[in-house]
């Protein structure tokens, strides 16, 4: 018997176990990180938020959105206009856009940049089909959007276009379109007997302070309201 021959089979065979062991443990570490990501994929929501302006996002749904926030929801934010082109100081929203963004820990933000006020103006379709490409990239299972009970024509068009561009994707997995509601726009249209009427509530009670705080983002602009 050759004893050289014995200790490098042991050192070989001990290695061996080694590169095994680390090996088992190795995969059973990915193996729970996977099986995490797989339920937290199945559990986690993808929202969309179809907007005419920055700042209806905060004004219509922030509350809900902060709510989708804590639940590790995934959220994406589409505006068809810029906002501000209809303004007379001309200034944009970017800044107060980003900083929503990052508070709501927005994944996917959509500029689509159609004038101020003017949506009236473009062909719906092509509306349409700018909504129909989002919609189709994200996948959402839940939609936000203007109700079309609205004085703003921006807000009405935002509304009938989603509705339409979602038509194709409900049986798919779109489950949910709620329509909410802008003050100083959405009430005055009551006066023409065109009256938003809910149906669907969401408690945000626990998370009121949040929305304040997204509304002071924008709070230069609710001087022109």
């Known amino acids: 018997i ?3 021959k014995i200790v490098r089979k042991k050192i070989f065979f001990s290695f061996l176990s ?8 190795l995969f059973i570490k990915f193996s729970y990180i996977i099986i995490i990501l797989f339920i937290y994929y199945i559990i ?11 700042d209806d996002e905060v004004l219509g749904c922030g509350g809900a959105l902060v709510k989708h ?3 590790k929801d995934e959220i994406s934010l589409v505006f068809l206009s810029d906002g501000f082109t209809s303004r007379k100081d001309g200034k944009n929203r970017s800044k107060q856009l980003n900083l ?4 709501l820990k927005v994944k996917n933000l959509f500029l689509l940049n159609f004038k101020d006020n003017q949506l009236d ?9 700018n909504l129909e490409t989002i919609i189709k990239r994200i996948k959402p299972e839940i939609i936000y959007t203007h109700s079309d009970k609205d004085l703003n024509i921006d807000h009405q068009i935002t509304s009938k276009a989603t ?12 489950k949910k379109i709620l329509f909410f509601e802008i003050l100083s ?10 009256y938003f009427s809910p149906n669907y509530f969401i408690d945000i009670t626990t998370v009121i302070k949040d929305k304040i705080k997204l509304c002071t983002f924008y709070k230069n602009e609710f001087i022109h309201t």
């Open 185 to 194: 726009s959405t009430e005055q249209s009551s006066s023409s007997g065109n």
């Open 121 to 129: 103006q473009e062909p719906l379709l092509k509306i349409i089909k």
């Open 44 to 54: 986690m929501k993808k929202i969309l938020v179809i907007a005419a302006h920055p």
């Open 2 to 4: 050759n004893p050289i």
């Open 100 to 103: 929503v963004k990052k508070y």
């Open 18 to 25: 080694k590169i095994v062991l680390i090996t088992c443990e």
């Open 163 to 174: 509705v339409t561009a979602s038509r194709l994707f409900k049986n798919k997995y779109i």
């Open 69 to 71: 926030k804590n639940s």
